[in-house]
């Protein structure tokens, strides 16, 4: 599989994310049935920046720690897109992460 067809791959799983809530990477990986694949999903969230249908801010790790905010135009983008969304994030953390936590369908392959 090439990467620019994984890479559509996730970006169609993170268009899903509900406004409001987080997903991350590991569990998009484990919906296309790639589990092993968190990295990858990083990398591609990552090059979505360009793509404004897709909301990488929504993703983030399996903690729920905003690991990818330095991919982010200016200091706090992500946490001011999450928080502006209802989401409270300290210390780069979100609050009440499971509340927030949204588990996207795994794909049977």
Known sequence: MSNDNFF?????????????????????????GTARSARMVGWAMNASHSLEDVP????????????????????????QLLENEGIVVIDNQIVDFEKHFWQPDVRLE
């Open 8 to 32: 559509e791959r996730v970006y169609a799983v993170a268009r899903q994310i509900p406004y409001g809530k987080v997903t991350s990477y590991g569990a998009i990986a484990k919906s296309l």
């Open 56 to 79: 990488a801010h929504r993703v983030v790790n399996r903690k729920g720690l905003l690991t990818g905010k330095l991919h982010f135009e200016g200091t706090n983008l992500m946490q």
